[in-house]
């Protein structure tokens, strides 16, 4: 008996740095059917493969094929490192996940808009495009990501905006970590359009030794999920994070965190309501 019965609940399982290597093959494959029976939409938040390999990719897929609930994702930098971004990136959507990179995508009133994000530092630390060229360079980056999450945000139609990247767009959810490398692990820069745009909740990861909630400066709930902070936190659980989004009422922004194993029961949809409902990615 499904706990959410009807389509005014969404139930998202978000989970990031997983960092598939080419022996993982089958490692997570409990977690996602377990992840396909809970929720409505899983959403990957980067670092998929360990060393940015197309082959650790092929790996990924063949677990993730036999999911049948919507996937979305962004890469991490982690994807970034041989170069083979566009497989990787290729490879994922043809096991059907919906990979963003300042795209959107809607699911039964849910919109989902997409970065991997960057580094850069937070708040008055953040680091500023001053002086050499190469540090220009490096700050353009982040903001570059925080223009092209500003523009998917711009483009998505839903009441409910959810957010997933790599890196962390707030300090609070990178406490834990060792203060020296704050600044490589996210950056102030991509709280401005969360805030702007009044988004109903961000995921992200990249920080493994993170902390799992913080809030923007306005309030919009964050969440790490990399997969170590969540083992560390949540050690009686299984490693992912569930989410209920209430889409009866616009007004209705909360983004309800389900903790307790007992309260998981099943999904709100069966597989035939998904694929009825489910939009197609939008890359414009
Ligand atoms: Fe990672
Ligand atoms: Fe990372």
């Given amino acids: 008996m499904p706990l959410t019965a009807g389509g005014d609940v969404v139930r998202l399982a978000a989970l990031a740095d997983i960092h598939y290597s080419k022996s993982s093959q089958g490692s997570l494959q409990p977690l996602f059917n377990q992840i396909a029976e809970s929720a409505d939409v899983l959403v990957l938040c980067g670092d998929l493969t360990d060393y940015g390999l197309a082959e650790e990719a092929r790996v990924l897929a063949k677990d993730l094929a036999p999911i049948k609930i919507p996937m979305v994702g962004v890469l991490g930098n982690h994807d970034f490192e041989s170069s083979q971004e566009r497989d990787i990136s290729q490879i994922l959507t043809d096991v059907g996940v919906h990979m963003l990179d300042g795209d959107t995508w809607e699911f039964r009133g849910v919109g989902f808009a997409g970065v991997r994000g960057f580094c850069g530092g937070f708040g008055r630390g953040a680091l500023g495009p001053w002086g050499e060229k190469i540090i220009k360079d490096f700050v353009h980056e982040a903001v570059q990501e925080a223009l092209k999450l500003e523009s998917a945000l711009a483009r998505l139609k839903a009441d409910h905006r959810i957010v997933l990247m790599h890196y962390a767009p707030i300090r609070a959810t990178v406490e834990g970590e060792s203060p020296e490398i704050f600044p490589f692990l996210g950056s102030s820069r991509l709280e ?93």
């Fill in 192 to 284: 401005d359009p969360i805030s702007r745009f009044d988004v109903t909740a961000v995921f992200h990861g990249h920080a493994h030794k993170g902390a799992p909630e913080g809030k923007t400066q306005t309030g919009i709930p964050v969440y790490n999920v990399a997969h170590s902070v969540l083992r560390a936190s949540y050690p009686d659980r299984p490693p992912f994070r569930l989410f209920e989004v209430h889409t009866a009422s616009p007004q209705d922004q909360t983004v309800t965190p389900i903790g307790d194993r007992r309260q998981w029961g099943r999904r709100s949809t069966d597989r035939g309501d998904e694929r009825q409902n489910a939009g197609g990615s939008n890359p414009s």
